[in-house]
């Protein structure tokens, strides 16, 4: 598993580079035009696009992803003369993929360019001398800065700076791979960077991530108290045991002292996201696609010269960085081949079967949160990818149906997505937390997240039943 914050740029040469990098540009901005005026054609043109990139970039797509998408592939096709409205399930499938593809890219930029400052790489060092009583609370918290800004990528920084702690038990490092897991299933409930929020804004029209986002930050909170609390309960009795190397601990102040440009940073580019967001009146995956280039642009022009020849410095690694998206081909397909299986096969699933659940479940807002949330978190438990099983259930189970209010029925989507990603071994997060602790990728996402996540789905679906029985009255 490649970090793509640190993966050094391939080499490429023209004319193949620069037809690659014209392709790679096209996929967010001719996103952006089918995403802000929807001219006819448009998802014609997106859908060559992206196959064209795949294409060009045919030999660094893995193996098993080829595989699993041409399934993915074939069983679409097998169920589209079926169904009523083909075309606009398959348009659907398209954008979802094309949106997360654009995400990637401009992230990615923004990512890369972090990832180089020295700042980031010495508080993800001071982070792990943190007492060990307090570390996973710190972790946790810290996850939601770093991941928040900086994506997947700030997440897989997290991991390799824990797997260079070498002074820690297995069990403490267990600790802290898993506050930072953990991390990631309470940050992508609310982080507009990530495609999880992207997509379930994408399913129903009318929603806005600052409607959702106080929901959203509550079961975050919800969350990270949860595994503070489990990881305080599970550390009794073994202090006495724990590795007794004499390491300096570092104080919160000094790491607050350290961190909080970064943290300033963060809410500062967040408020420019929502002011631009609500001033231009612009979704704000529409923002992010614009903007984070830029931000990557000016991050790269203060690590370089000052002056225009910063800039110029700045222009010419996001060029770099651009070139370097084509490693992130398999993630492109995979998206793409799910998004349209999602929606096709959510399309093709009988009227009947949805509303027997939402019989099953009617007047009983806890319950269809828990049945939403559930399910999608079953679902990724049997190898299906779990933005697959997000469509599926999120296409399928309509607001309507289960009787909830949209914000209360787009955060139980997250939720679900976000611990599915959490506890399920065929995730890119537990492939890469195994990878970095050498941990076996069971242990390290069923057997150490799972109490977690039936006592997440729990109090999550009681917080969110409440919220939707009070906006009922």
């Not at 997947?152 to 797997?163: D, F, T, Y």
């Not at 309960?233 to 390491?247: H, Q």
């Not at 955060?411 to 611990?419: E, I, K, P, S, Y």
Request: with cysteine.
């Amino acid at each position: 598993m490649r970090d793509p914050a640190t993966a050094s740029p391939p080499v490429l040469t023209a004319p193949t580079s620069s037809l690659t990098l014209t392709v790679t540009g096209a996929i967010p901005v001719i996103t952006l035009v089918d995403l802000m005026l929807r001219p006819s054609g448009s998802i014609a043109v997106l859908a060559a696009v992206l196959a064209l990139f795949l294409l060009l970039n045919a030999t660094q797509v893995s193996a098993g992803v080829l595989r699993t998408s041409v399934l993915l592939g074939s069983l679409t096709l097998l169920l589209l003369p079926g169904l009523d409205e083909p075309w606009m399930a398959l348009q659907q499938g398209v954008r979802i993929g094309a949106l997360i593809a654009s995400l990637l890219v401009s992230v990615n930029l923004l990512s890369r360019a972090a990832g180089r400052t020295t700042r980031v790489r010495d508080v993800l060092r001071t982070l792990q001398q943190s007492p060990h009583p307090s570390r996973y609370w710190r972790l946790s918290l810290a996850s939601q800065f770093f991941g928040g800004l900086l994506g997947l990528a700030g997440i897989a920084m997290m991991m390799e700076a824990a797997a260079q702690h070498d002074r820690d038990d297995a069990r403490e490092q267990l600790s802290s791979f898993c506050a930072i897991a953990r991390g990631y299933s309470a940050l992508s409930l609310w982080s507009p960077l990530y495609s999880n929020m992207s997509i379930v804004l994408g399913l129903y029209a009318g929603t806005s991530w600052t409607g959702m986002l106080p929901m959203a930050l509550g079961v975050t909170a919800l969350f990270i108290v949860l595994g503070t609390a489990m990881d305080r309960l599970g550390r009794r009795g073994r202090e006495a045991t724990a590795d007794t190397v004499d390491t300096p601990d570092v104080a919160a102040r000094d790491i607050w002292r350290s961190g909080a440009p970064i943290v300033v940073t963060m809410l500062c580019f967040m408020a420019v996201l929502v002011a631009l967001s609500h001033g231009q009146q612009w979704p704000i995956t529409a923002v992010i696609i614009t903007v984070t280039p830029l931000g990557a642009w000016v991050v790269n022009a203060c690590i370089g010269q000052h002056g225009s020849k910063g800039l110029g410095t700045g222009a010419r690694m996001v060029w770099a960085d651009m070139a370097g998206f084509r490693s992130m081909t398999s993630e492109v397909l995979m998206f793409l081949a799910s998004g349209c299986a999602g929606t096709v096969i959510a399309s093709a699933i009988p009227d009947a079967w949805t509303a027997q659940i939402g019989a099953w479940v009617a007047g009983a807002p806890v319950l269809a949160c828990l049945t939403l949330s559930a399910l999608i978190v079953a679902l990724c438990a049997a190898a299906i990818h779990p933005m697959l099983c997000a469509v599926i259930v999120g296409t399928s189970l309509t607001p309507t149906t289960l009787g909830l209010p949209l914000p209360v029925h787009l955060t139980a989507l997250l939720v679900g997505w976000g611990l599915a990603i959490t506890i399920t071994p065929f995730s890119v997060l537990s492939l890469m937390a195994s990878r970095w602790s050498g941990v076996p990728v069971l242990t390290i996402s069923l057997r150490a997240n799972g109490g977690f996540v039936l006592l997440a789905l729990l109090v999550s679906s009681v917080l969110l039943g409440t919220l939707a029985t009070w906006i009922h009255a």
